[in-house]
Nanobody, 124 residues
Framework: QVQLVEAGGGSVQTGGSLRLSCVASGFSSANYFMGWFRQAPGKEREGVAAIYTGSGATYYADSVKGRFTISQGDAKNTVYLQMNNLKPEDTAMYYC?????????????????WGQGTQVTVSS
């Protein structure tokens, strides 16, 4: 049974930084896709960044390029999202997602497994 556990959300002011983490367990293979998504009240879930654990390849939404970095820990079942220069529009519930086979890396419907979410609030 695959489980994803997120941590690291919080409240910061504009321009601040936060780092989210997601630990995956239960995959039979060491190679899978992990993505970070966010959902603000009244909005659709949006893909932010994704990584393929097999190669370390990454992909970002245009809205976060240059500000957010997705990476793997030494234990490759842990993925981080470093968020710098945060803006009020980054305020949302952030979710970690994972799946072994993904075609469109930032499309929520491609992912089977989801974490419980962690809140990020950026105040102006």
């Amino acid at each position: 049974q695959v489980q994803l556990v997120e941590a690291g959300g919080g409240s910061v002011q504009t321009g601040g930084s936060l780092r989210l983490s997601c630990v995956a367990s239960g995959f039979s293979s060491a190679n899978y896709f992990m993505g970070w998504f966010r959902q603000a009240p009244g909005k659709e879930r949006e893909g932010v960044a994704a990584i393929y654990t097999g190669s370390g390849a990454t992909y970002y939404a245009d809205s976060v390029k240059g500000r957010f970095t997705i990476s793997q820990g030494d234990a490759k079942n842990t993925v981080y999202l470093q968020m710098n220069n945060l803006k009020p529009e980054d305020t949302a519930m952030y979710y970690c997602a994972a799946d072994q086979f993904v075609f469109r890396w930032l499309l929520a419907a491609e992912y089977t497994y989801w974490g419980q979410g962690t809140q990020v609030t950026v105040s102006s």
